[in-house]
């Protein structure tokens, strides 16, 4: 397995944005307690720093999504809170084709959910296939694959504080 390359942002960089983030949904929720339902794995160390950023009120959960034996998109695993009339706002550590978010988008509004808004850490719009509900956005990226804080590559590298660059 290839190691990491140059570093693409540093952890300092990063906790700024964050906290810039937290900013503007604690500006734009005030009064919402919107929920931060969180697409795991990697978003899981965006949603705790953003989370702990915040000033308003909010709640999380947690989601996964896979590809079922035929190749199509379900819901692993739902969220134990129910979305009805909430403001659900979801957490994604980064954006490329948007296909499986969009899926996400849908199954969310079918929830019944009063409004529904994505916080993505990064955003590679070139590959992006789909339109999405894009609200909050970290950084846009080049058209490169980036691993830690959160990313990895089979498992490895979720750890690291910066994200690098990774060329397999």
């Given at each position: ?21 937290a ?19 990697g978003s ?27 190749g ?63 609200r ?10 980036v ?22």
């Open positions: 397995m290839n190691k990491p390359k140059e570093v693409l942002l540093e952890k300092r960089v990063i906790e700024e944005r964050i906290e810039a983030l900013k503007e949904i604690d500006t734009d929720y005030a009064e919402a307690n919107p929920l931060l339902l969180t697409l795991l794995k899981f160390y965006f949603a705790a720093d953003l989370s702990k950023q915040m000033q308003s009120k909010h709640s999380i959960d947690f989601l996964t999504v896979a590809h079922d034996s035929s199509m998109l379900e819901i692993r695993y739902p969220p134990t809170s129910s979305l009805k009339d909430r403001h659900v706002l979801l957490i994604e550590d980064i954006i490329d084709s948007g296909l499986t978010l969009h899926y996400i988008v849908d199954y969310v509004q079918k929830q019944g959910a009063k409004s529904v808004w994505v916080c993505t850490l990064l955003d590679n719009p070139v590959r992006r296939l789909v339109e999405l509900p894009i909050y956005l970290g950084f846009t990226i080049p058209d490169v694959y691993v830690g804080y959160g990313l990895d590559v089979n498992e490895h590298y979720r750890n690291l504080s910066d994200i690098h660059i990774y060329e397999p």
